[in-house]
Structures are given as structure tokens and as C-alpha cells.
């Protein structure tokens, strides 16, 4: 079992740019979330996804895209990057309680 | 917003000494659990204690829950220096939502 994985571990964008952020989980979760790791800031919910097909918002959505068509992944887009999206991002993926979490994407935008 | 606000932000021990930190929260809860996250690494699950639940505990974690004082507490025994790490509590006010919110964690440091 691999867990939760992340790609890529690290990216470098300038500004204007768009990138997607692939997060995989071989455990057959329903639940999969997207947060972004700021310091100071603790962990801030950006989008999550209930089950395959289904998307919402979390606490921090603006700027930011995700999309859920195979249970196993969750993608999130940056379609025009800022420099106030530099942060570490994780993704973790529940059956509704104990949550796990990948490895974290740093992504600064210069 | 964050429901969960850990107290101190810092801590710093010898090793085997005895960690406590704590976990203070607005409203109602579900339940509330506690991470670990080394540094650069992801979050690691350590214990999930229920609403109805007093005390819990995991080896040598015990976490208590006070939900009349809407706080809970993570004491780790004997720390070791292995124990160095960051940890939050996460809320989860239930509903079906499965969305736990995060607070911006304590950074504990175990001297050898």
C-alpha cells in the first residue's frame, strides 16, 4: 500500500502560470481533501470531495480548482498562479474520521 | 475560520520529562482528534476521542476531553527526543460534514 501520494514533491511557477497538483490513495476512500500548509497558519481546507463526481468548497477556495473523476484521484488546479499561492499543499484522503496524508507539494510562486 | 487553537504555540523539554498541550474550541463537537507532523513531512493520525468520551489512551499519549470547558489536552509521557514534532488538534462538529478543522498546532521541542 502506498498511502496517499503527491505529485510533484516541489515546483517553482511564475506568476500567470497554471499547474496540476495530482494526489493518488490506493484505500479506497471516499473522502479526499485539499489543504494548504501556510507558517503560522496551521492547515486551511481549500476544496474536498465526498465521493467520485462530487466536489466542494472549503475555507480557502478562491483561486483554486479541483476536479474528482476516478475515486482514487483528486486534482487541484492553479489556473493563473500568485505569489500568495506559495505554500506547502497536502492532500489526504478519510473514511470519514482518521485522516490520511501525502507527503506535501512546495510550490512558491516567484 | 479555525475551531481548534492549541496552547502554547512553543514548548520546549528535556527528554523524559512530560509534554502537555492543550486544545481549546468554540462549538460543539462530534469529536476531536490529534496529529503529528515532523518537520516536512505530512500529518500522522495519533488518537480520535468522541464527545462522549472523558479519557483516551494510545501507549504513551493520554488525551482528555472537558467538552463543558470546550478543551481537550494531549500529554505525551517520557518524552524522547524522537517525540520533536508539531501537533495539532482537529474538530470535527459532526453532521455527517467529515470536515475537521484544524488549529495552528504546537511546536514541541525534546532536548536528548
Known amino acids: 500500500n502506498a498511502g496517499v501520494t503527491q505529485t510533484p514533491k516541489f515546483r517553482v511557477l511564475k506568476t500567470g502560470q497554471s499547474m496540476t497538483l495530482l494526489c493518488a490513495q490506493d484505500?479506497?476512500?471516499?473522502?479526499m481533501y485539499w489543504y494548504r500548509q501556510d507558517p503560522g497558519m496551521g492547515l486551511r481546507l481549500i476544496h474536498y470531495?465526498?465521493?467520485?463526481?462530487?466536489?466542494a468548497k472549503g475555507e480557502v477556495p478562491d483561486g483554486y480548482n479541483v476536479s474528482r473523476l476516478k475515486k482514487q484521484n483528486f486534482l487541484l488546479g492553479l489556473e493563473s498562479a500568485a505569489p500568495s499561492q506559495t505554500s506547502v499543499y497536502f492532500c489526504?484522503?478519510?473514511?470519514?474520521?482518521?485522516?490520511?496524508f501525502g507527503p506535501g507539494t512546495r510550490l512558491t510562486v516567484t | 475560520s479555525q475551531q481548534g487553537e492549541e496552547d502554547p504555540q512553543a514548548l520546549s523539554i528535556q527528554e523524559g520529562e512530560n509534554a502537555t498541550m492543550n486544545c481549546s474550541y468554540k462549538?460543539?463537537?462530534?469529536?476531536l482528534q490529534w496529529y503529528r507532523q515532523n518537520s516536512g513531512r505530512g500529518l500522522v493520525h495519533l488518537i480520535l476521542?468522541?464527545?462522549?468520551?472523558r479519557e483516551k489512551h494510545s501507549g504513551r499519549l493520554r488525551v482528555t476531553l472537558d467538552t463543558s470547558k470546550k478543551s481537550s489536552s494531549l500529554l505525551i509521557t517520557a518524552s524522547r527526543a524522537a517525540d520533536t514534532a508539531s501537533y495539532f488538534c482537529?474538530?470535527?462538529?459532526?453532521?455527517?460534514?467529515?470536515?475537521?478543522?484544524f488549529g495552528r498546532g504546537t511546536s514541541l521541542i525534546v532536548h536528548p
Open positions: 489526504a484522503s478519510s473514511t470519514g474520521y482518521e485522516q490520511y
Open positions: 482537529a474538530t470535527d462538529a459532526g453532521g455527517g460534514s467529515y470536515i475537521p478543522t
Open positions: 484505500m479506497n476512500h471516499e473522502y
Open positions: 476521542i468522541r464527545s462522549n468520551e
Open positions: 470531495s465526498v465521493g467520485e463526481g462530487t466536489t
Open positions: 462549538t460543539s463537537i462530534n469529536n
